[in-house]
T-cell receptor
Framework: QQKVQQSPESLTVSEGAMASLNCTFS??????FRWYRQHSGKGLEMLVS????GEKEEGRFTAHLNRASLHVSLHIREPQPSDSAVYLC????????????FGLGTRVSVFP | ETAVFQTPNYHVTQVGNEVSFNCKQT?????MYWYKQDSKKLLKIMFS???????VNETVPRRFSPQSSDKAHLNLRIKSVEPEDSAVYLC??????????FGPGTRLTVL
């Protein structure tokens, strides 16, 4: 069964500094890897999904995938206070109907 | 722009009651999901429904059941709620294995 772990649990960054989040998974045959964020009391907002090893950029968000290391990261360029939220790593199996397996999240706080 | 709608936003009930939550998506997707987000904020898949095929997470108690009238709707019924059912229930939809879009969630409190 796929296990997803995220680190750190929480992260405080200054506005404009790079924020880096980590996610490790147990099954390297997973189909794709996604990053969502959740503002307090809200639903999930899709940020970036990545299928192949390497890098994928969506605006200020960049995901890096290394299947051999069972690792996917998220980098937030020039974070703003409105980026303060919980960031969730999710892994999809080849049978998409099985849904996503999520990590516990990293709480990011951005201060001016 | 919200495209996955859930009602109600909140629901408070007592142990043993039956509750039903609604979910509708306007994206034309073919697959819908229900997730449970517990007090530790961990999201776990409960059900997925695609072309009349229902996939159930084996850990979901039998008092939970999904109900679908068409591919745009997937409701969740809980028969005889228990205290551990207090959580946020999130509905999502996707077109096959592509991006899943989530609704805002329904927060259930069982007294």
């Amino acid at each position: 069964q796929q296990k997803v772990q995220q680190s750190p649990e929480s992260l405080t960054v200054s506005e404009g500094a790079m924020a880096s989040l980590n996610c490790t998974f147990s099954d390297g045959t997973s189909d794709n890897f996604r990053w969502y964020r959740q503002h307090s009391g809200k639903g999930l907002e899709m940020l970036v999904s990545i299928f192949s090893d390497g890098e994928k950029e969506e605006g200020r968000f960049t995901a890096h995938l290394n299947r051999a290391s069972l690792h996917v990261s998220l980098h937030i360029r020039e974070p703003q206070p409105s980026d303060s939220a919980v960031y969730l790593c999710a892994v999809s199996m080849n049978n998409y109907a099985q849904g996503l397996t999520f990590g516990l999240g990293t709480r990011v706080s951005v201060f001016p | 722009e919200t495209a996955v709608f859930q009602t109600p936003n909140y629901h408070v009930t007592q142990v043993g009651n039956e509750v039903s939550f609604n979910c509708k998506q306007t994206l034309g997707h073919d697959t819908m999901y229900w997730y449970k987000q517990d007090s530790k904020k961990l999201l776990k898949i409960m059900f997925s429904y695609n072309n009349k095929q229902l996939i159930v997470n084996e850990t979901v108690p039998r008092r939970f059941s999904p109900q679908s009238s068409d591919k745009a709707h997937l409701n969740l019924r809980i028969k005889s709620v228990e205290p551990e059912d207090s959580a946020v229930y999130l509905c999502a939809s996707s077109h096959r294995g592509y991006e899943q879009y989530f609704g805002p969630g329904t927060r259930l409190t069982v007294l």
